[in-house]
């Protein structure tokens, strides 16, 4: 973490729980949460459950999320939701592009600028030009007073739901070519203020240190956030400021 960057830690309950399990789950987050937390914290359950976990969150400051989003307003889309209809069921967020949408839905880079728009590899060359095209292509055509809100999460595939985790120095590589990427794209300024969440396997063992890295602004986290304790251990982590 930078401390000009403000954290965030967010759970991807992906297709986990039923309406009563989610309630009860956001009602413990807000019971554990420490009320002076300095960062944000978001979740994201999914579509049928967001209303309800939006009533319990009533009164804290845990933001919502929806784990996908359509990019038009309204329509014939069967079974898309749109972002006039996330944001009514409470969201302030939306995550788009994650690698199951795109590996499970065939979601392009052209998909996902198109919702950008609306609202693997450890091989080093491998994953730099993945990352390259992934951000040159979803970030087409968006200026920068388009971006103000946009949190970007790096996530290893290999890494995701497997237990096994990038060491805090290789996300915090894999991080800072994102940062530069995005400086390339939209200079030094946005890339120095721009949020980049580290996902894949984090648990309350490892978030302390991969926060210590100066570029990994928090953290996107799946399996771990469906335990309220384990997840409000990573909120928690422990704020070792990085060089
Ligand atoms: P994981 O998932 O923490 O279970 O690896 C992370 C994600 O896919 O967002």
């Known amino acids: 973490m930078n ?5 965030m830690i967010a759970g991807n309950w992906k297709m986990h729980l039923n309406v009563k399990e989610a309630g009860e789950l956001a009602l413990a987050l807000k019971k554990g949460l420490d009320p002076d937390l300095k960062h944000e914290v978001l979740v994201a359950p999914t579509f049928t459950n967001l209303w309800a976990v939006h009533a319990a969150l009533a009164g804290s400051n845990i933001l919502l999320s929806s784990q996908d989003v359509h990019w038009e307003e309204k329509g014939a889309f069967t079974g898309a939701v749109s972002p006039s209809q996330v944001k009514d069921a409470g969201c302030t967020h939306a995550i788009i592009g994650h690698s199951e ?6 979601e392009t ?6 919702k950008l728009k609306a609202l693997e590899e450890r091989e080093a060359q491998q994953t ?10 979803a970030f ?7 971006l103000p809100r946009v949190v970007i999460a790096y996530e290893p595939v290999w890494a995701i739901g497997t237990g096994k985790t990038a060491t805090p120095e290789q996300a915090q590589d894999a991080h800072l070519f994102v940062r530069r990427q995005m400086e390339k794209l939209y200079g030094k300024d946005y890339a120095n203020r721009v949020r980049i969440l580290y996902g894949g396997s984090v648990k309350a063992e490892n978030i302390d240190s991969l926060m ?3 570029d990994i602004d928090g ?15 990573v909120i928690h982590f422990q704020e070792v400021l990085a060089r």
């Open 219 to 233: 953290a996107l986290v799946g399996g771990e956030s469906l335990k309220a304790d384990k997840f409000l251990r």
């Open 3 to 7: 401390k000009n960057r403000t954290p």
């Open 212 to 214: 210590s890295q100066p």
């Open 140 to 146: 087409a055509g968006l200026k920068v007073e388009e």
């Open 109 to 114: 880079d052209e998909v996902i600028n198109k």
């Open 128 to 137: 730099f030009r993945v990352l390259e095209t992934q951000l040159t292509g």
């Open 101 to 106: 949408r795109r590996k499970v839905f065939l």
